[in-house]
């Protein structure tokens, strides 16, 4: 049974950080390509970041370049989205997901219950 637990989501300033993480108990990550989409009500949503089966490769939307960081820890069976210069238009819920294939939305098996990252000073 495939179980994705996300937590680390919180209310931040712009400018600041957070680091949501994606635990997998159960199964194991390093065999899939696993993402991060996000949801703001009264928006789309949008497909974030997404590291490929292993980690060998990972894909960010044009709008989280060079500010969004998405890494794996096998030992902790966890995948984390490091998230700087926040920004109120990050406000979303934060799903992770897979699998996951480059930054377009949609097409998973499984998702968590996500976590609430509120971006506003």
């Known amino acids: 049974h495939v179980q994705l637990v996300e937590s680390g989501g919180d209310l931040v300033q712009p400018g600041g950080s957070l680091r949501p993480a994606c635990a997998a108990p159960g199964f194991t990550i390093d065999y899939y390509a696993i993402g991060w989409f996000r949801h703001d009500p009264g928006k789309v949503r949008d497909g974030v970041s997404c590291?490929?089966?292993?980690?060998?490769?990972?894909y960010y939307a044009d709008s989280v370049k060079g500010r969004f960081t998405i890494s794996r820890d096998n030992a902790k069976n966890t995948v984390y989205l490091q998230m700087n210069s926040l920004k109120p238009e990050d406000t979303a819920v934060y799903y992770c997901a897979t699998p996951c294939f480059g930054t377009t939305y949609g097409g998973y098996d499984y998702w968590g219950q996500g976590t609430q990252v509120t971006v506003s000073s």
């Open positions: 590291s490929g089966i292993s980690g060998a490769t990972t």
